[in-house]
């Protein structure tokens, strides 16, 4: 088996311990010898960008989510997204912004240090690569540990691939989900989590892209009113938008009082979501 690098990941982090959760903007270098792979490439938003983890520990095969907490437990290293393994490649979907002089491709989302060798590039293909269905373990107490602000990341990221854009809905879609998690104390893609929509598609989506609730799963549920709906293991968060501004960055620095009102009701699990026409 041989394989042999087609360019460098060149970014402003130099270390493992420096990169944010959610990546950051960075650029690769493709060797003038692979150029002429790239033809056609920008016809694409996403790319699979496949590396080699240079630095990685190949002798681990259990290991713990540090970047969330040191004190989560212990995971064998084929079930966690953990730097080291035996053979330590990453797949990383990047987005593509852009391409200069014909082989240098700047890209966001990239959670690869500097110098990290590129083994391959595939084009993201939502058709096959998106399984929007499918599931895994209860982030609950992986959530509980995040900080806030990385919290929020994975929120505007999950919905922002599902919607296309963070848009004024999508910012509110994503302080809805924040409320959410903290009042029914759990991961919002749990499969006992039912979504009922209000009035804004945008905001829908964004509800959509983050819980993984759909009609056909029988997590989504009409008919919305004005009021978004959560609900989970017989309680019920009824969140009724208030005079919202226009500025997404607005909506993410405004206090929660200020965008909806919130109402918290129990009601038993048969019952089904619960709406207040009065709210």
């Known amino acids: 088996m041989e394989l042999s690098p087609i360019g460098l990941v060149h970014s402003s982090i130099r270390s493992r311990s420096d990169m944010p959760i959610q990546g950051v903007s960075a650029e690769v270098e493709i060797f003038q010898g692979y150029a002429a792979g790239l033809d056609g490439i920008e016809e694409n938003s996403h790319l699979i960008l496949v590396c080699w983890l240079h630095q990685a520990d190949r002798n681990v095969?259990?290991?713990?989510?540090?970047?969330?907490?040191?004190?989560?437990?212990?995971?064998?290293?084929?079930?966690?997204?953990?730097?080291?393994?035996?053979?330590?490649?990453?797949?990383?979907?990047?987005?593509?912004?852009?391409?200069?002089?014909?082989?240098?491709?700047?890209?966001?989302?990239?959670?690869?240090?500097?110098?990290?060798?590129?083994?391959?590039?595939?084009?993201?293909?939502?058709?096959?690569?998106?399984?929007?269905?499918?599931?895994?373990?209860?982030?609950?107490?992986?959530?509980?540990?995040?900080?806030?602000?990385?919290?929020?990341?994975s929120l505007i990221r999950e919905a922002a691939n599902y919607h296309g854009e963070v848009c004024t809905g999508v910012a509110t879609g994503v302080r809805i989900a924040e409320a959410a998690t903290r009042i029914l104390d759990c991961d919002l893609r749990r499969p006992d989590l039912v979504v009922t929509p209000g009035a804004d598609p945008c905001t829908t989506d964004a509800l959509i892209g983050i819980t993984g609730a759909t009609p056909g799963n029988r997590r989504f549920r009409y008919p919305g009113g004005d009021s978004f709906v959560l609900s989970c293991s017989g309680k019920e968060v009824v969140f009724r938008l208030l005079d919202l501004p226009d500025d997404v960055d607005e909506i993410f620095a405004a206090r929660e009082e200020t965008l909806f009102e919130c109402r918290v009701c129990t009601r038993p699990i048969e019952d089904g979501p619960f709406l207040d026409p009065g709210i």
């Open 61 to 153: 095969l259990k290991a713990v989510a540090r970047k969330i907490s040191n004190d989560l437990p212990e995971k064998g290293v084929f079930s966690l997204r953990s730097p080291a393994r035996p053979n330590p490649l990453s797949i990383s979907v990047v987005q593509l912004l852009g391409v200069r002089e014909g082989r240098y491709l700047l890209l966001e989302h990239l959670d690869l240090i500097d110098g990290t060798p590129v083994i391959d590039i595939k084009p993201y293909q939502p058709g096959w690569d998106c399984v929007f269905s499918a599931t895994g373990h209860d982030r609950t107490e992986k959530i509980q540990k995040m900080k806030p602000a990385d919290y929020r990341a």
